[in-house]
Every structure is written in C-alpha cells, then in structure tokens.
C-alpha cells in the first residue's frame, strides 16, 4: 500500500507484504491504521505516526475485503467476499471477538456506533447488526437496486445511502429500514461519500464521473451533478477539511490518483 502526502501529492511510505490489499481503516484515536489483505485473509496493523508495521492479523473468513473502524466501540470490521461473513476484532488488544454470517457477499458498510451496516452485493439488501452483540439485527431489500456497493450514512438524519450497479442510489432509513428515495447516478458507481458539513453525497463511478447529489432535506435530493474524472476512477477518498475528493485510477498505463476540488 502506498502513501501519500495529500498537500504535495508526493510518496510518503509504503505498507509492504499486504497481498491483495482492498482497504484501509483508520483509528485516529488509538493511533492506528488498518489493512484488509484479501490474498493473505489477514489484516497488517501499522503505526499511524511512523507507517511501521505492528503486527499482522490472521482473519478466519476469506477474501477481506471493505474493513471499518468504529471508535464508539473500539471495534475492527473485516467484510469476507468468499466466506459471505464478517469479522470482528477489538482494534485495541487484535483479538478476534466474533464471526457474523451475513449470508451473502458484503461490500462497503458504515456505523453509527451503535449499529453496523453492510451492503450485501448478490442479495440487493442492507444489514444491520447490532455493534454491542455483534448480532444481526435485520436485512432490509434494496427494491430497485442491482449489486449495491458503496455505502455512506447521515448519522443526524438516520439515512444510508447504497450506490447500485444499475446507475441509482438508493436512500434508507437507518432507524426502521424503511425506502425513502431513489437518484439516478452515474455508471459503474463503486464507493460512497455523505459530507454533513454541505448535505452533500458523491458516488464515484468507474465509466467516468462523480455524481454530486445535494441533500434538500431528510426525504428529498436534487438531480445530481455529474462531474467529469477519468474512466476506472471508482473508488475515491473525502478530505472534509478541503472539501477535495481523492479517485484512484490508470492513466496511461501510470497508476494515477486523480484530485477534484470543490
């Protein structure tokens, strides 16, 4: 994995021996970063301060994929492509402290401290598990969504947000499940972003674009803008201080990260 100064764009570091490496979570308060090694079914702790690897993480399910920090819990998620479950860890001590069958292949997911949420990509469904039980909770279907992927929440307004292959997000209420809007996106669309600060919600959309859609209000969205990038650009990173979205792609046969500003 491969750091970047996000001011300069310049190589920092790299996190070697991460074979298949698919995400990256951050505890910020534990001083702490995180990698999901899909290869390997590991996870490699590093230092945040110094990238100097800590340890590395045996994962029981296969293929790691999406990983999720929750600092309310101090709780590590991996989500297992292959073994179609999740896996728990107290992020502070690396014990592992439950396996989750989901019952289909989780994708991004996002928490509120209370609760963790999970896209299941082959079922069209979001679901919840309880974050003190490590339970699941419900699986809600996403009518009118094919294979979601990204997921972001508003936390203050309850809602998720599912980017889906057949160009829609789809809105739901976090509290009751409940289907509260549907926006027409980009294609390809692959990760998600919600900014409380502007009510804002990127998708970042591997045929070339990056949806913006502004949030009127709780149960009602604007048509998105749609954002020229370059086509493969499908995964992305929000700087919420400068507002600037990080799209990692090939240009040109060169591993590029793509810059949008605000």
Same mark, same amino acid.
């Given at each position: ?25 951050? $505890? &910020? ?6 990698? *999901?090694?899909?290869? $390997?079914?590991? +996870? ?7 990238? &100097?690897?800590?340890?590395?993480? !045996? ?7 999406? +990983? /999720? ?6 709780? /590590? ?22 396996? +989750? @069958?989901?019952?289909?292949? %989780? ?18 469904? +979001? ?9 699941? /909770? ?17 936390? $203050?307004?309850?809602?998720?947000? #599912? ?12 509290? *009751?499940?409940?289907?509260? $809007? ?6 390809? %669309? ?19 674009? /990056? ?16 954002? !020229?990038?370059?086509?493969?650009? =499908? ?6 201080? #400068? =507002?600037?979205?990080?799209? @990692? ?12 500003? !605000?």
């Amino acid at each position: 994995m491969q750091v970047l100064d996000v001011a300069t764009g310049k190589p920092v570091g790299e996190i070697a021996n991460t074979a298949g490496v698919h995400g990256v979570a951050f $505890a &910020q308060d534990l001083k702490l970063g995180f990698t *999901s090694n899909g290869r $390997a079914n590991s +996870i490699t702790v590093f230092d945040l301060d110094t990238l &100097q690897v800590k340890r590395e993480l !045996p994962v029981a399910g296969m293929n790691p994929d999406a +990983i /999720l920090y929750d600092p309310a819990t101090h709780k /590590l998620y991996t989500f297992n492509g292959k073994s179609r479950d999740v896996s728990v860890f107290d992020a502070t001590t690396g014990k592992a402290l439950a396996t +989750i @069958p989901v019952g289909g292949t %989780p994708e991004f997911a996002a928490t509120d401290g209370k609760h963790v949420y999970v896209n299941i990509e082959d079922k069209g469904e +979001i679901v919840a598990i309880d974050a003190a039980s490590d339970r699941v /909770l419900a699986h809600w279907p996403l009518a009118g969504c094919e294979e979601p992927s990204g997921l972001a929440l508003d936390t $203050a307004n309850a809602r998720l947000f #599912s980017v889906c292959g057949n160009r829609t997000m789809m809105v739901t209420d976090s509290a *009751s499940g409940r289907a509260v $809007a549907r926006v027409a996106i980009g294609d390809h %669309p692959d990760a998600a972003y919600y900014d409380a600060g502007t009510a804002t919600v990127f998708s970042s959309n591997g045929a070339g674009t /990056l949806s913006v859609v502004h949030q009127i209000d709780a149960n009602h969205y604007a048509q998105p803008a749609e954002v !020229p990038t370059v086509k493969g650009a =499908r995964t992305m990173a929000f700087d919420p201080a #400068s =507002r600037r979205v990080f799209l @990692p792609t090939v240009v040109g046969k060169q591993f590029t990260m793509l810059v949008v500003g !605000p």
